[in-house]
């Protein structure tokens, strides 16, 4: 299999992001110009700027794709969580932020909502097996644009927690392991439901990515968002960006360059064992991490979702003691032994 390139920039500038990621990665794009691309923003927030992905980010990457590439079959996508749950829906989204503008391009605009969800994923949830229905966009390449933000399940919120755009609107609470209502009845400071919560959704965010897999991931992190993310933190000025055919990888460097360990996102790790990415970095091109690293003030909740693995292994000890305890005792069934 050939190796995934990828690619770390240092740039404060945003007319100047775009280009200068894309000429580092260019060179190593699977991308013809032939190629059906969709670009899969971020639009989390329905009216936090900082939660979004930029529309100047993406109108540059439009057209460099244009110039470069010589496409003409782009698309730009989303299914909103944030309009979902503030009553409104993706199309009011996408005016509130400027991206009908993008059809001036010659861009196709795209409301995943609006698509028959007609597939099925198998996902966990603290009562047990459910199913959630979601969508395909008939593309040749993925791209997946998003800021760097925190977040109250994962640590940090990037590229795989941005596949929640192709889920049903009423199914997306599914994927972080409950349903709408036993999520409301969870205490997430106190609850030890909160912990079965991070490892299902993990689990569920992976399962997702096998069936929905970016072809590019960017990570602009010009602006970034810390604290209570992914969609009331506060706005961080970072400047960077990240990109990488593999999305693994970029996910793990942006969470690198955010402050974070990357043993605290668990996802990372799912699926690197899975065959689905390699969530570890080496041969960067562009800056070393340092010279962009700068640590994010984390979830309120972060010294919880480090504590996952304490309450996983406290779980899988309570399960091998009930299965114990059910066990019958054959001893009595047995000679005696000299």
Known sequence: MKRKEIVLIK????????????????????????????IKINLSGAKEIYANTHYETVESLIRYLQDKFALSHISVIEGSDGAFFSGKTTWD??????????EMLGVKLSNLDDLPHEHMLAVETISGAREVRFCRFPADYLISVVPPKTHNIFPVCLSIPNLIGFVKQEDRVLMFGASNQEMKRINFIHSEKYFQLLQLANRNFVALLKQIQPSLVIIDGLYGMEGKGPIKGSPVFHG???????????????THVMGFNGDDVPYLALANSEGLGNNHW????GVEPQMV???????????????????RSRNEAAAAKATENRMPDHDGNHPPQD
């Open 11 to 38: 740039e404060t500038r945003q007319n100047e992001v775009v280009k200068k990621i894309m000429d580092a990665i260019a060179p190593f794009l699977a991308i013809r110009s032939d190629d059906r691309v969709a």
């Open 93 to 102: 989204i996408f005016y509130k932020f400027k991206y009908k503008e993008i």
């Open 240 to 254: 960077f960006a990240i990109a990488s055919e593999d999305a693994i990888m970029a996910d793990a460097l942006a």
């Open 282 to 285: 080496q041969n960067i091109i």
């Open 293 to 311: 690293k700068f640590p994010y003030r984390p979830h309120p909740l972060f010294q919880r979702q480090r504590k996952w693995r304490e309450s």
